[in-house]
């Protein structure tokens, strides 16, 4: 299996390869990622797809440090683009229980993606810095990977209580820390 450097060589070069590689390398991890999103298994199927396609794209001009959180990137804003077509701009009830337990920290999604994205991106990943690192795994597999309690509970070992605790006490820091830094919306 190729490494990372090797694979965006790949695309640099244009070659065809370069999806047969990612693909062997990261197609079960997106599969799974976008299987987490989207309800049916063509659908998921399709975005990872796609995800390639946007990879392909974006090789050059882009040389992603991480292979794999530009592919999950890519894979995460796709998936959700169709779940908003899929639901006619309803998300189901998983996904809006996340955005709902994350509203009280970022309470304008709309403005997060437009001008201010890269600003609260950049405050996100600086006050992820700052956190313990199981609160910050909890916190990331909670809301990019968008694993239930139960799973990461499972995959860390823990109790249920311990993980809910971790993210509710997260999302309180989150939201304070925003405020500071004058992102609250």
């Known amino acids: 299996m190729k490494e990372d450097h090797e694979i965006i060589e ?3 070069a244009r070659s065809e390869s370069a999806v047969h590689e990612t693909d062997e390398k990261y197609g079960a991890k997106l599969h799974t990622l976008s ?5 049916e298994a063509e659908d998921a199927e399709e975005c ?8 392909w794209n974006a090789m050059p001009p882009q040389r992603p440090l991480a292979l794999f959180a530009f592919l999950a990137r890519i894979c995460r804003n796709i ?6 077509k899929l639901r006619a701009k309803k998300r189901s009830a998983e996904v809006s229980a996340l955005t709902e337990e ?3 920290c970022i309470a304008d999604p ?3 993606r437009e001008a201010e994205s890269r600003e609260i991106a950049e405050a996100l990943n600086s006050f992820l ?4 690192v199981d609160a910050r795994l909890f916190f990331m597999r909670r809301y990019w990977y968008m694993d239930s309690v139960k799973a990461i509970a499972e995959k860390y070992g823990c ?4 993980v809910k605790t971790s993210l509710h006490r997260t999302r309180e820091k989150l939201r304070d820390y925003l405020q500071k830094e004058d992102i609250w919306l």
């Open 10 to 12: 790949l695309y640099w």
């Open 35 to 39: 299987g987490r999103i989207l309800p």
């Open 48 to 55: 990872v797809n796609d995800t390639y396609l946007g990879a």
């Open 79 to 84: 998936a959700c683009d169709k779940l908003d």
């Open 102 to 104: 994350l509203s009280a």
């Open 110 to 112: 709309t403005a997060a």
């Open 129 to 132: 810095s700052t956190l313990p």
């Open 159 to 162: 109790g249920e209580s311990r």
